[in-house]
C-alpha cells in the first residue's frame, strides 16, 4: 500500500505552478519598480512605532465619518457603500497614491434588529481580493444570526489601485508596508466608528491569507477587545515572498540594482536578507497580544485553496465561531 503526503505533493504542486506562471512572464512580478527609496526608510521607522517596546502603541483610533449610498434594501437586510478620506496622518497620506486616498466600505445589516442586539465583523481583503463581492457572499450566511459584515477596499486594490500598477503587483516593496499600515488605521477606525457612531456591543475583525494577517495585528493593537479570525494567514509576509509560491513572482534582480546603487555589489543571498529584513516588520508575534486572547480563533491548512473550493463551509465556521466568540 502506497502512502501519500498529501500536504507536502499540494505544496510541490503550487510551487511548480507558481514558478511556471511567473517565469513565463505570463504576468508581470511583484515590486518591478524596486524597493520605493525614502518611503521604505519612513515606514520602516513607522511600523517599528507599533511594537509593544514603545510607549502609547494603543493610539486611540481616528473619527471618520463616512457619507453612505444604499446599493440595495429587502425586508430583512440593507447593503450599503460608503466612502471616507482615509485617516492616516500627513506623512501616510503623502506617501500614498491619490487613487488610495479615499477609502471604500461596503455594509451588510440585518433590518429590524437593533444594534445592541448584533455583532458586526469586518473583512479584511487577502492578496488580489479587489472587489466587495467574495466577502459579502460570506457575510450572507451570517444575516441569519444577526450578524452584520462590513467589506474594507484595501489601498493599491479595486478602486483604490494606483494606475500604473497591474492586478494586485504591487509595483514597489514600500507599498506592501504602506498597505498594511492603511489598512490596519482604516479598520480600527471603522471599529471605533461601529461601536460609538452605531452602537455596536460586539465586534470582530477578520481575513483570509494577507487579510488574515492584517486582521490579527488589529487585534492586538485596537484599543478595546475584538474577537479576531485570522484565516489560514502566514505568521508574516516573509512566508510569502521569501519562501512561498510568490518568491517565484519577485523581481530579484530589480531589487538587487536598486540596492547597488547605493552599495558597490550586491549578491541575490544579500537582496533577500534584506527582503527577510523588511518584511520581518510584518511579524504578527511581534505585536502585542490582544486585549482578550480567548476571543481570538486562527484557522490553519494543509492547502490555502481549499478556501475558494468550500465556500459554505468557511461561511459555516464564521458563523460558529461568532456564536462563540462575541457571547
Not at 491619490?98 to 455594509?107: D, L, Q, W
Not at 467589506?151 to 498594511?180: I, N, T
Not at 466608528?193 to 486582521?215: D, Y
Not at 458563523?319 to 462575541?326: M, Q
Request: net charge positive; proline share 7%.
Amino acid at each position: 500500500m502506497v502512502t501519500v503526503n498529501l500536504g507536502m505533493l499540494h505544496y510541490v504542486l503550487d510551487h511548480v505552478y507558481g514558478a511556471f506562471v511567473h517565469r513565463t512572464k505570463l504576468s508581470p512580478p511583484f515590486f518591478s519598480r524596486g524597493w520605493g527609496g525614502a518611503k521604505l526608510d519612513l515606514l520602516e521607522k513607522m511600523i517599528r512605532q507599533l511594537f509593544p517596546d514603545v510607549a502609547g502603541q494603543n493610539w486611540p483610533p481616528s473619527l471618520i465619518q463616512p457619507i453612505w449610498r444604499t446599493v440595495w434594501e429587502t425586508r430583512t437586510a440593507c447593503l450599503r457603500e460608503g466612502v471616507f478620506r482615509t485617516p492616516c496622518d500627513d506623512q501616510i497620506i503623502g506617501a500614498l497614491p491619490p487613487e488610495s486616498h479615499a477609502a471604500r466600505v461596503a455594509f451588510l445589516v440585518p433590518k429590524s434588529v437593533p444594534p445592541q442586539k448584533m455583532a458586526c465583523v469586518v473583512h479584511l481583503a487577502g492578496t488580489g481580493d479587489h472587489s466587495f463581492e467574495r466577502r459579502l457572499r460570506l457575510g450572507g450566511p451570517l444575516l441569519k444570526e444577526n450578524v452584520a459584515t462590513m467589506v474594507l477596499e484595501s489601498p493599491f486594490y479595486g478602486q483604490r489601485r494606483p494606475l500604473l500598477q497591474h492586478g494586485a503587483k504591487l509595483l514597489c516593496v514600500s507599498d506592501l508596508l504602506l498597505l498594511g499600515r492603511v489598512t490596519i488605521e482604516e479598520a480600527r477606525s471603522l471599529l471605533y466608528w461601529l461601536e460609538h457612531n452605531e452602537g455596536f456591543g460586539k465586534m470582530g475583525v477578520c481575513g483570509l491569507s494577507m487579510g488574515g494577517v492584517h486582521a490579527a495585528m488589529v487585534g492586538s493593537l485596537h484599543p478595546t477587545p475584538v474577537a479576531t479570525l485570522p484565516f489560514l494567514s502566514p505568521h508574516s509576509a516573509v512566508v510569502a515572498f521569501c519562501e512561498g509560491i510568490l518568491k517565484h513572482g519577485t523581481a530579484w534582480e530589480v531589487l538587487r540594482e536598486d540596492l547597488q546603487v547605493q552599495c558597490a555589489s550586491m549578491t541575490l543571498e544579500e537582496v533577500k536578507e534584506r527582503m527577510r529584513n523588511v518584511l520581518s516588520l510584518t511579524d504578527v508575534t511581534r505585536f502585542p497580544i490582544p486585549k482578550n486572547p480567548k476571543a481570538v480563533i486562527f484557522v490553519a491548512a494543509t492547502v490555502s485553496n481549499a478556501l475558494y473550493s468550500y465556500y459554505p463551509i468557511w461561511s459555516h465556521v464564521l458563523c460558529l465561531w461568532w456564536c462563540w466568540a462575541c457571547t
